[in-house]
């Protein structure tokens, strides 16, 4: 803990990336965009960014933080409250678990990762919402948001290892 | 990793993991503890979404913009493209309007000598409150939308949105800058309507497709493809006669309606403040303060 006051808040600063770049993801996520249909198939943007820091920096992003990301979003979503801090913070976890797997793997591996961890999510929400409002939301919307969410993931996570490298000083892990 | 250092630390990591797990089962439980308290509609849950909301706002806001501007672009050019076809379905349509606007004349005289007749008191004028759709969000299991008004602007739970197609769908929470809209298509949206030639009473319920159906449609009532649906003022959630849509399917019993007002291209909605006396509670001091209409 050395170090002047000017770059402690620096370093503070920095580490508060990880969690900014999700509330922006979700943030994003919500933009509309006057496209027939769109909105009921708006990609996950949130999970996008969750899964990555919880693969590269977990140290950054712990399961709160995740929680916190997922309450964010369910409150400027309008799904009910607790649904989405669930989901991401289940996501978190499974993804924290297994990140040992994720050491030196090329970027196909984590895609092909994300797609199930993002297939899981879509049924766990979609449970979950059903369950809550106890009625069964059609299935296709949720399907057809997931297949956005994989193919927007390449995008997403270039950006994301983009930041991570310039603000934390990291070669991007997902080059490769 | 750095911590394999000292061996405090070594002795501390399972104590660490058994932390961890603990956090990890403590916010599982909050979750749960959540979704039961937002079912129970409680206050302090709309309230701290109300306030998210109105923190993300000015930052959706921004956002919206430029996919505005370009959603606008798109527009223009696919209207110009098409600009010779509509212009004679325009003109065809203004015949139709004339003739409509005719009756209209007429009936609104014979309306206003009919009243002169009865010494009717008129309802209180409806006041429009004009904002931008800022947020269009719900992803796979929500519809709804977030306007740049808020309660400052006397937007409060409850009002109808319009466009100057139809009904749009309801307030579902107002912050001080920002309201959520839950649209007729959503799962939760429930608006008591009429089937305008019949009068048939029935409740419009969404079910997140984009035709909501028709439900405790009376059995023998009669509906047919093309039949207007308008709110029908009970409950006195929103006044009578706003436009809602047009039956588009009847099968099996099941009516669908199409929503007259295109949900995905909703820029710019109004919100119409009937004069709906709320209880104290529900008006806070800022709604009272800031009734000034927006423009």
């Known amino acids: 803990m050395e170090g002047g006051l000017l770059q402690r808040l620096d370093a503070a600063a920095r580490n508060l990336v990880p969690l900014s770049l999700a509330l922006i993801a979700v943030i994003v996520g919500a933009m509309p965009m006057y496209m027939p249909g769109y909105g009921a198939i708006a990609p996950n943007l949130a999970l996008i960014a969750v899964v990555y820091w919880a693969i590269y920096r977990p140290d950054l992003f712990p399961a709160v933080i995740a929680f916190a990301v997922g309450l964010v979003q369910d409150a400027v979503m309008g799904t009910p409250l607790g649904m989405n801090a669930l989901v991401l913070l289940c996501a978190h976890a499974v993804i924290v678990s297994q990140r040992r797997f994720f050491q030196g793997k090329s970027f196909a591996v984590v895609w092909w990762a994300f797609s199930m961890v993002a297939i899981g999510a879509a049924i766990f929400g979609w449970a979950l919402v059903a369950a809550i409002f106890a009625a069964l939301p059609s299935p296709a919307p949720a399907l057809f948001g997931t297949l956005l969410t994989v193919a927007l993931h390449p995008f997403f996570t270039w950006i994301f290892a983009r930041t991570h490298h310039a603000v934390l000083g990291e070669p991007p892990n997902v080059s490769r | ?295």
């Open chain 2, 1 to 295: 990793m750095r911590y394999r250092a000292g061996s405090v630390v070594r002795l501390a990591a399972p104590l660490k993991v058994l932390v961890q797990r603990f956090a990890f089962l403590l916010l599982v439980a909050s979750a749960f503890a959540l979704m039961m308290l937002g079912k129970g509609d409680a206050l302090i849950v709309e309230r701290f979404r109300a306030g998210v909301v109105d923190l993300v706002a000015p930052a959706m806001e921004v956002l919206s913009r430029p996919a505005a501007t370009v959603a606008a672009v798109v527009d223009e050019t696919e209207e110009l493209i098409a600009l010779r076809t509509e212009n004679a379905r325009l003109r065809e349509e203004i015949g139709d309007l004339r003739e409509w606007q005719n009756a209209a004349r007429r009936i609104g005289a014979e309306n206003a000598s009919l009243r002169d007749l009865l010494s009717f008191v008129p309802s209180e004028p409806a006041r429009f409150i004009s904002a931008r759709v800022i947020g269009d969000t719900g992803g796979a299991f929500v519809r709804s939308m977030i306007l740049n008004a808020g309660r400052r602007h006397g937007v409060e739970k409850g009002q109808a949105v319009v466009t100057g197609d139809g009904f749009a769908g309801r307030i579902f929470e107002a912050g001080f800058h920002s309201a959520r809209v839950l649209l007729v298509t959503d799962i939760n949206s429930r608006i008591p309507v009429l089937v305008e030639s019949s009068r048939a009473r029935a409740i419009l319920a969404g079910d997140n497709s984009d035709r909501p159906r028709l439900a405790f449609l009376a059995a023998n009532a009669e509906v047919a493809v093309g039949d207007r649906i308008v709110t029908s003022g009970h409950g006195g959630m929103f006044p009578m006669g706003l436009p809602v849509g047009t039956v588009a399917q009847v099968r099996d019993g099941v009516v669908r309606v199409a929503p007259l007002v295109d949900l995905d291209r909703l820029e710019f909605v109004r919100v119409v403040d009937y004069g709906r006396v709320l209880p104290p509670d529900a008006a806070g001091p800022d709604a009272a303060a800031g009734a000034a209409p927006r423009r």
